[in-house]
């Protein structure tokens, strides 16, 4: 069956950057819009941003806005998410998703993780000095 594979996940200071990736195998991301969610312990799982295949349009959580920038390579079948001046509070586990339903258009209901079909097993952010 069809993967999403989430990477790119680690320990890293305040302040500092990660680029997390989402690559596909068993199918072809460039149909699909890409949601990347995040959850904390003990804390419901929240959306962070969303990458559209259509119109390559993108979304962002107010947390995350001028910080994070998502982004496609249909090359490479890959989206990335990166992350720039990180904060403690950014610690999760980071999933990618696919919004199969809507295919390659963001859901209305952008951060709406009931929108998404197919999930990543979620790479570690640890933020700490």
């Known amino acids: 069956q069809g993967q999403l594979v989430e990477s790119g996940g680690g320990l890293v200071q305040p302040g500092g950057s990660l680029r997390l990736s989402c690559a596909a195998s068993?199918?072809?991301?460039?149909?699909?819009?890409i949601g990347w969610f995040r959850q904390a312990p003990g804390k419901e799982r929240e959306g962070v941003s969303c990458i559209s295949s259509s119109d390559g349009s993108t979304y962002y959580a107010d947390s995350v806005k001028g910080r994070f920038t998502i982004s496609r390579d249909n090359a490479k079948n890959t989206v990335y998410l990166q992350m720039n001046s990180l904060k403690s509070e950014d610690t999760a586990v980071y999933y990618c998703?696919?919004?199969?339903?809507?295919?390659?258009?963001?859901?209305?209901?952008?951060?709406?993780?009931?929108?998404?079909?197919?999930w990543g097993q979620g790479t570690q952010v640890t933020v700490s000095s």
């Open positions: 068993g199918f072809t991301l460039d149909y699909y819009a």
């Open positions: 998703a696919t919004a199969y339903a809507t295919g390659p258009q963001c859901p209305d209901e952008t951060w709406n993780s009931g929108q998404y079909d197919y």
